[in-house]
């Protein structure tokens, strides 16, 4: 199956359900789609023991996917999943998912195969799990706050059942990821996957802004050079590239008990921040210093807010975070552990 642009809402639901007073609106992404549903609350039934199955290769099978408004299916799609992540594959009692769309429209779409969405949800069905992912949503939407370079989430209440089964094997906080050519399409700009990026083929500020945002949340896991949980988009019609990161569970302000850092660095556990990113002149440096810190205010709020994480847990983000900006806002700390600390990282 291929997905994608939703011709019209008569095709998204069955005729029983659809009322008969709803106007068929504009073709629209799935993403788009499922933003609309505040909560979103989603069944999936599929064959879970063939989900788990720990294999190299990517495996597609078929399911149903169904946005529920209390017992009622608002929504009811026919969707394949495939098992994501290979270290997440061995490790998690239910591993994260990616979910391909049937897609219906025109083949020459600008964007007709954006039809998959990642889905990241709890790997052990824990309530400390769970917790992670939270933290892991809430990252991605603390990005959000500084650039609209950067993939949006939509949070989800989602269960994963058998088919024909009434209860669910799972069920957990979880979110949707915006997938990489949706998100292209949005910012005008080209996907490309050169072998190796030099971070002077990349826009200055979104490179900083990257890296600085990586040392704020104490996460050493990703790479330009090599593409290691990163994206790089051109900006049309004539550039700049931009770097875009995602998966970012071995970040410090998360903790997860599975993230190490690597042995190479000079650091013993994720928690201790490390400046990944290339050596700037004081002008661009501060640049960057002073967008975080008029950023400040929005980005503790959001972490008060968030409206999924124990007051006590958004306590200890906030303090992580905390401790960053109290770094920006020490001239001698910043030189020390920014600025002096730059251009290791090959």
């Known amino acids: 199956m291929r997905f994608y642009f939703l011709a019209s809402l008569c095709w998204l639901f069955s005729p029983a359900i659809l009322p008969a007073q709803v106007q068929q609106p504009a073709p629209e992404s799935i993403f788009k789609v499922l933003q609309q549903y505040d ?6 039934e599929t ?16 399911a149903v996917f169904k946005v529920m408004k209390g017992d009622s299916v608002a929504l009811q799609l026919d969707v394949e999943l495939a098992a994501r992540g290979n270290m997440r ?18 083949v020459n779409d600008s964007i007709a195969d ?46 994963f059942a058998n088919p024909g ?9 979880s979110f949707l990821i915006e997938s990489e050519k949706e998100m292209a399409a949005r910012l005008n700009a080209k996907p490309i996957k050169p072998r190796i990026v030099t971070h002077k ?55 997860t008990d599975y993230a190490l850092p690597d042995p190479q660095l000079p650091i013993r556990t994720v928690q201790e921040r490390y400046y990944m990113g290339p050596c700037r002149d004081k002008f661009e440096f501060t640049r960057v210093f002073r967008y975080f810190k008029s950023k400040k205010e929005a980005i503790l ?40 600390n730059c251009g290791k990282i090959k």
């Open 301 to 340: 709020s959001h972490c008060e807010q968030f409206p999924d994480l124990p007051r006590n847990v958004k306590k200890q983000v906030a303090n992580y975070l905390g401790e960053f900006f109290l770094v920006l806002d020490d001239p001698d700390s910043a030189k020390r552990d920014i600025e002096d």
């Open 165 to 173: 089964k009434k209860g669910a094997l799972m069920s957990s906080f």
């Open 47 to 62: 064959d879970i023991k063939q989900l788990k199955k720990d294999r190299s290769d990517e495996h597609w099978q078929p």
């Open 201 to 255: 083929s990349l826009d200055t500020l979104a490179f900083d802004r990257l890296a600085l945002f990586q040392y704020m949340i104490g996460n050493t896991d990703w790479s330009v050079r090599v593409r290691h949980n990163i994206k790089v988009l051109y900006l049309m019609p004539s550039g700049p590239s931009i770097p875009i990161p995602y998966d970012f569970d071995y970040a410090g302000v998360i903790g």
């Open 114 to 159: 954006v039809n998959e969405l990642k889905l990241v949800t709890s790997c052990k069905n824990t309530a400390l799990d769970e917790q992670w992912v939270q933290k892991e949503c809430l990252v991605y939407e603390l990005y959000n706050i500084l650039t609209e370079q950067s993939f949006q989430v939509k949070r989800a209440s989602v269960s």
């Open 89 to 106: 594959k061995k490790t998690c009692f239910f591993p994260p998912v990616k979910i391909r769309f049937e897609h219906t429209g025109p």
């Open 39 to 44: 909560p979103l609350t989603v069944r999936i």
